[in-house]
């Protein structure tokens, strides 16, 4: 009986295998950028919050939906083709934008100056997917003071280690395809407030696959690190 029994859940097993999971057959890179200028993002810089998918706790995984509203000044930002918020979203220059858009990659929010309402030469990377969640191996972070609800934000970085991403499940096969994706934790801590621009959201890390990766190198050189993300 015991080894009928095996046998089934290896077929079970197998049969899921071929149904729609594989194992990652590309490489992707964990984007560090360096940059960071003294403007806010986040609840601040979008029209229109969807908070279908977000925690109704924390907020957690609720999506900015374009156009965005930042105080950027593009006269003073010449030289800086990618750049982080205060709030963590990634400002990327309209020529870098462009290149991406090569890839097939479409998830860019155009940007508006919050107050004249001028369109500015830059866009916000958004990711075209969520990552399943990372495997006990990875290392590099810790946690502190997570929503008991979803759970999803409260991880941190630490000093000088840096984090290293490994994914353990095999990924559905639509992850093949996609060239920025964000991973499921996020990083910070959500508060959701009244009035909502007063709300903070914790943020993914960003993953890119070798295009995109080569794309940002050639941009901003020393403003940007990589480091491989493993797929046991
Ligand atoms: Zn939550």
Redesign the pocket.
């Known amino acids: 009986m015991e080894s009928l029994s095996g046998s089934l859940s290896n077929q079970a097993r197998l049969s899921r295998c071929n149904k729609s999971i594989f194992p990652m057959n590309k490489k992707m890179y964990l984007l560090t950028v360096k940059s960071q200028i003294n403007i806010y993002g986040g609840p601040n810089s979008a029209s229109f919050y969807d908070m279908s998918e ?8 609720s999506v900015p939906v374009g156009p965005r509203y930042y105080n950027l000044n593009p006269d003073k930002l010449k030289k800086l083709n990618i750049f982080l918020t205060l709030d963590s979203d990634i400002i990327i220059s309209k020529q870098l934008a462009m290149d991406i858009q090569m890839s097939g990659n479409t998830q860019l929010d155009e940007i508006f100056h919050i107050k004249t309402k001028e369109r500015l030469p830059f866009y916000v990377l958004k990711p075209e997917k969520i990552m399943p969640r990372f495997s006990k191996d990875t290392t590099g972070y810790e946690r502190e003071n ?8 409260g991880h941190f970085f630490m000093p000088k280690v840096p984090l290293k991403l490994v994914y353990d499940e095999r990924v559905d096969e639509g992850y093949n395809n996609v060239h920025v994706a964000a991973t499921w934790e996020l990083f910070g801590n ?1 508060i959701l407030r009244k009035p909502f621009d007063d709300s903070v959201f914790a943020s993914p890390c960003f993953l890119v696959d070798e295009f995109i990766k080569n794309k940002i190198y050639e941009y901003a050189g020393r403003r940007v690190h990589f480091n491989d993300v493993s797929f046991a």
Do not use: A, L, T, V
């Not at 977000?54 to 995984?61: L, P, T």
């Open positions: 977000g925690c109704d706790c924390c907020g957690s995984g997570f929503c008991p609800k979803c759970g999803r934000d959500s």
